[in-house]
């Protein structure tokens, strides 16, 4: 197999997936936040919880709620000495899911160049454009069925 070869199995690859690509990356960074589930006041959006689900569970129904657990006399009378880990361990989480949703907003927009080019820099781009269509409405029809 030439160079050439290679490259036009990498555009139609890249081209039939980024849907899906594009799908776990944004419904991925929404979780990271916890933003599907309902936590204090905060009542999630319905599609967030259904993306979610999706992304989850592969089925397009509304996720189960956790109910919020009670305060209990445990946690609220926690010894000082834990404090430090705890926010030591909070921080690094954060900046954790800082990096990781960099990552998956980045992945998107790389995917989405990535279309870009390979839907307007190719010669056959009514192939490019069958192969988008077929990986989006591939697993939309499945999620329906």
């Known amino acids: 197999m030439n160079m050439a070869t290679i490259r036009q199995w990498h555009r139609y690859l890249g081209v039939f997936i980024a ?20 936590h204090g006041s905060y009542d999630p959006p319905a599609i967030l919880e ?51 949703l960099a990552v998956a907003l980045c992945l998107a927009l790389s995917t989405a160049l990535g279309l870009w080019i390979a839907l307007t820099q190719t010669r056959s781009t009514r192939t490019a454009w069958f192969l988008l269509a077929a990986g989006a409405l591939i697993p939309l029809g499945l999620l329906l069925f």
Request: glycine share 4%; proline share 8%; net charge negative.
């Open 50 to 100: 259904k993306l979610a689900s999706v992304h989850k569970d592969q089925v397009f129904v509304l996720g189960n709620h956790h109910p919020h657990p009670a305060p209990k006399a445990e946690q609220q009378a926690a010894p000082a000495s834990a404090e430090p880990d705890e926010d030591k361990t909070a921080l690094s989480t954060t900046i954790l899911k800082g990096f990781f």
């Open 19 to 38: 849907p899906s690509v594009l799908f776990f990356s944004l419904t991925g960074a929404v979780q990271l936040f916890s933003l599907h589930e309902a």
